[in-house]
């Protein structure tokens, strides 16, 4: 009888431990995103002086072009930096209705202006959304390398063209540097 009862609970505890470590799908597995932020304020906001107060070192833009693909009647969504940086694959779990992230390569990179960042999902099926944060995640790298504090009065442009079953989009993202000058008293 007690030889029974420590099998019975030795296969109990395996069978416990096997729900435990499930494995994990890849829409549970985080994706990996690097993000940046970087201050934008329009020039009325500044309150400060040109000249005396900061400067504006130069004027950058950068791109960003993603493209959307849909197969097997919009069951399956492909979003793709068009030169490979990153791919994402949604699928349509038929059963709920709902996508899920079937699969992706690379490093989505987001860029948020000022405060527009808050918590970022890596569920994320929106290209415009994704094309928009790539766009302004290469604008502030510019700005770092060029030793900007901050950006002002940013224009971001998003086109869409349609390809049959793609649609590529593209955001252009120009924004003036600024660098502060160091308090003297």
């Known amino acids: 009888m007690k030889r029974r009862f420590v099998i019975l609970s030795m296969l109990a505890s395996t069978v416990m431990m096997t729900s435990c470590f499930s494995h994990k799908t890849v829409s549970d597995i985080e994706m990996p995103i690097a993000i940046n932020t970087i201050n934008s304020v329009g020039l009325k906001e500044l309150n400060l002086k040109?000249?005396?107060d900061y400067t504006i070192t130069n004027t950058v833009s950068e791109e960003a072009v993603i493209v959307y693909t849909t197969k097997k009647k919009g069951k399956?969504?492909?979003?793709?930096?068009?030169?490979?940086?990153?791919?994402?694959?949604?699928?349509?779990?038929?059963?709920?209705?709902?996508?899920?992230?079937?699969?992706?390569d690379g490093v989505a990179r987001f860029g948020f202006l000022g405060?527009?960042?808050?918590?970022?999902?890596?569920?994320?099926?929106?290209?415009?959304?994704?094309v928009r944060n790539l766009a302004t995640y290469r604008l502030i790298n510019q700005a770092k390398v060029r030793g900007a504090d901050g950006v002002i009065e940013p224009i971001i442009s998003t086109n869409v063209e349609d390809r049959g079953n793609s649609i590529v989009f593209k955001t252009t993202i120009t924004a003036k540097l600024i660098k502060l000058q160091a308090d003297t008293k």
Do not use: A, C
């Open 50 to 52: 040109h000249g005396e």
């Open 115 to 130: 405060n527009d960042y808050s918590q970022v999902s890596t569920n994320v099926i929106s290209p415009e959304y994704i």
């Open 76 to 104: 399956l969504i492909t979003i793709s930096e068009q030169k490979g940086e990153f791919k994402i694959t949604w699928k349509l779990d038929e059963k709920t209705g709902r996508m899920y992230r079937d699969d992706y």
